[in-house]
Structures are given as structure tokens and as C-alpha cells.
């Protein structure tokens, strides 16, 4: 009797403080979720973290809830840690995709529309989660990239800026005309009026090459204006020189044969 009743009380503490404990458990853990959706976190990123903590949170009021019974519970976290870094290391790649997947969305180097290149793969971003990222390519391909491959190296985002530059070579024959050519390049761009006034294009003879007299024409375009402006200027240029007289050289080879006797 002198036993049970010290057992009976520890143990009814022991439960009182389990159930308080996990009751400020879920408190603490709807106070942390709520303060991410105030920052407008990815929502997996926010489930993941909940998780986590509830779990975390769980395990520290089960640990208290058997101090108070008098169960040692050093050789437990002992147990525990061996076992943890065990899953630790097996689960490596997975973690290393999880740490990245969490700096993309807080320090966000694209989101969701964005066109950008990046883990090997150049396409619009149609979901990052915390794992991995998903792409759409061009050709409409979906294409799932771990967040590791991404993170660890270059990101190019298309999308970030408003603007883009677009850069063309054009060559011109020596016999032609370089003013001409020059205004003639000019009207084409003047005429478009997707091409931005500021900043102004540069048109400038760039290079004195082997077969052909180099101008460099750099318009400047809203973003997702890029390609449709890109294609249509070259196509007019082209019909535009042949209608001039203004020759685009291209590569040729004369070959010579001797009759030998």
C-alpha cells in the first residue's frame, strides 16, 4: 500500500502532464502554422513543418510524462539518436533535396509561371514543392527535377525582368553599301512597334569578318514579346535586304580542277 500509492499519484501526474502537454502542443504547433501563412509559405512547406513539430513536441511531453514516473530515460535517447542517425544517413539525398526545396521557397529564385533554366532543364515552372520542382517544356513534356539539382548550381530566370535585349548579328557584303544597310536596319526597327523607345536599340558595325561587313542590332522588348520579335525581325531583314540589293553573304567554297596530261 505505502507503494501503490506513490506509484498511483506519479503516475496520475504523469498523465495530467501528457494531456496538458499535448494540448500546449497543439497550440504551439497552430501558432506556428499560422505565423507561415502570414509570410505566405508554400503550403507543403508549411504541412511539412507542422509535422515535424508536432511530432517533436510530442515526443518531448512523452519524455517528461516518464521522467515523472521515474523511468530513466537516458538509455531511450540513446537508442533513439543511434537510430536517427542511422535513418539520417539513409535518407541523405532525400534531406539534401528537403534543405533545398526549403531555401527555394524562402529566398523564391523563380515561382510558379516563371520561365526559367535550371537543373539541366529549360521550361516554365509549374510546381515546387519541397522535394523536387516541376517543369513544362516547351514541347509540353513534364519534367520532375530534384530540388538538390537545382539549388547546387546556375538558375537562369527569363522571367525575373520585365525587359529583354534581343542580340542579332547581320552581315552584309563588302560591296554593299554600310549606310544603307545601317538605315535600312533602322526603318525595320523603327516600324515594330514592340520594340521598346527606351532603351534605345544599338545598331553599330561590330566586326570586319572573312567574308562579311558585322552589324550588331540589339532592340530592346518586354519579356514575352522575346521569340515573336526575334523571328519576325530576322525574317524581315532578310526580305528586306533582297528587296534592297543588300547581299548576306554565307559561307562558300570554290573548288578548282586541273586536267593533268
Known amino acids: 500500500m505505502e507503494m501503490t500509492l506513490p506509484f498511483a499519484t506519479n503516475l496520475l501526474l504523469a498523465i495530467v502532464i501528457y494531456i496538458a502537454g499535448r494540448w500546449l502542443a497543439k497550440r504551439l504547433v497552430s501558432l506556428i502554422s499560422s505565423v507561415m501563412h502570414k509570410q505566405k509559405l508554400d503550403e507543403a512547406l508549411i504541412e511539412f513543418i507542422a509535422s515535424i513539430s508536432s511530432v517533436l513536441l510530442t515526443f518531448v511531453v512523452a519524455l517528461i510524462s516518464l521522467e515523472q514516473l521515474g523511468i530513466d530515460t537516458t538509455s531511450l535517447l540513446a537508442l533513439l539518436g543511434a537510430a536517427g542517425l542511422a535513418v539520417g544517413l539513409a535518407l541523405k539525398d532525400s534531406l539534401s533535396n528537403f534543405a533545398a526545396g526549403v531555401m527555394l521557397i524562402l529566398f523564391k529564385p523563380f515561382k510558379i509561371g516563371d520561365f526559367v533554366e535550371a537543373g539541366g532543364i529549360a521550361g516554365v515552372v509549374e510546381k515546387i514543392s519541397v522535394f523536387s520542382t516541376q517543369f513544362r517544356t516547351g514541347d509540353n513534356r513534364e519534367i520532375i527535377v530534384p530540388n538538390s539539382g537545382i539549388y547546387g548550381g546556375v538558375i537562369t530566370n527569363f522571367s525575373a525582368k520585365p525587359t529583354r535585349r534581343i542580340d542579332l548579328v547581320i552581315g552584309i557584303g563588302y560591296d554593299d553599301d554600310i549606310k544603307q544597310a545601317?538605315?535600312?536596319?533602322?526603318?525595320?526597327?523603327?516600324?515594330d512597334e514592340r520594340i521598346l523607345k527606351d532603351p534605345e536599340t544599338v545598331i553599330a558595325v561590330s566586326e570586319l569578318g572573312d567574308s562579311s561587313v558585322n552589324f550588331?542590332?540589339?532592340?530592346?522588348?518586354?519579356?514575352?514579346?522575346?521569340?515573336?520579335?526575334?523571328?519576325?525581325?530576322?525574317?524581315?531583314?532578310?526580305?528586306?535586304?533582297?528587296?534592297?540589293?543588300?547581299?548576306?553573304p554565307y559561307p562558300q567554297q570554290d573548288v578548282h580542277l586541273h586536267k593533268a596530261d
Open 216 to 248: 550588331v542590332v540589339r532592340p530592346w522588348v518586354k519579356s514575352e514579346d522575346y521569340w515573336a520579335v526575334h523571328w519576325d525581325l530576322l525574317e524581315t531583314i532578310k526580305l528586306t535586304f533582297d528587296q534592297q540589293g543588300i547581299s548576306i
Open 182 to 191: 545601317r538605315d535600312v536596319l533602322r526603318d525595320i526597327v523603327n516600324n
